[in-house]
């Protein structure tokens, strides 16, 4: 299976600085990655699809590139509602997996 | 908007059979435009993907799971229903339910089920 390994697992922000989430596959899976996040005790919810393509209703300051085995999620400017654990995804080869997460906390 | 619901025990003891349904509102689950799966979460720890299926009945499976894993769907009740079989403790976990694309994104999920198997 793929596996998807995300760095760092863990990242401390102030609302001034970026955060940056890499996403490293083991083997190539084109651009069919996507990026969730998911806030204390609540489900999951699709951030970014397909590497980079934008979804309805997600704030512009999330963005996300990359193709091949190597993934990137940018927030900018980060509020402290976007502190949350996020999640790639890859739908290219079965089954399908998930990264370990990424726990973002805000300052 | 679509709306998915987790029910089921959440409470199953070790050997037994994990069974949980999904029920969506808000779309049909016989459309043509989407699969239907199961993802679990242990405590404190990342996501896991099941399964899925289709309207038609075609199913997927991860191999990785220990326990034996059997996915249905009802048309007639637009549910569609998860079974683990033979649970250890390792198999306690929030469950969810969720609608993946046409290009298996995962557009919508359930609000998830904790499932403890404890004696």
């Known amino acids: 299976e793929i596996v998807l390994t995300q760095s760092p697992d863990f990242q401390s922000v102030t609302p001034k600085e970026k955060v940056t989430i890499t996403c490293r596959a083991s083997q190539s899976i084109g651009g069919s990655l996507h990026w969730y996040q998911q806030k204390p005790d609540q489900s999951p919810k699709l951030l970014i699809k397909?590497?980079?393509q934008s979804i309805s209703g997600v704030p512009s300051k999330f963005s996300g590139s990359g193709s091949g085995t190597d993934f990137t999620l940018t927030i900018n400017s980060p509020e402290t509602e976007d502190a949350a654990t996020y999640y790639c995804h890859q739908t290219s080869t079965l089954p399908w997996t998930f990264g370990q997460g990424t726990k973002v906390e805000i300052k | 908007q679509v709306q998915l619901q987790e029910s089921g025990p959440g409470l199953v003891k070790p050997s037994e059979t994990l069974s949980l349904t999904c029920s969506v509102s808000g779309g049909s689950i016989s459309s043509t435009d989407y699969y239907w799966g199961w993802i679990r979460q242990p405590p404190g720890k990342g996501l896991e993907w099941i399964g899925s299926i289709y309207y038609s009945g075609s199913t997927y499976y991860n191999p990785s799971l220990k326990s034996p894993v059997t996915i249905s769907v009802d048309t007639s009740k637009n549910h569609f229903s998860l079974q683990l079989s033979s649970v250890t403790a390792a198999d306690t976990a929030v469950y969810y339910c969720?609608?993946?694309?046409?290009?298996?994104?995962?557009?919508?999920w359930g609000q998830g089920a904790l499932v403890i198997v404890s004696s």
């Open positions: 969720a609608r993946h694309t046409s290009t298996w994104t995962i557009d919508y």
């Open positions: 397909f590497a980079s």
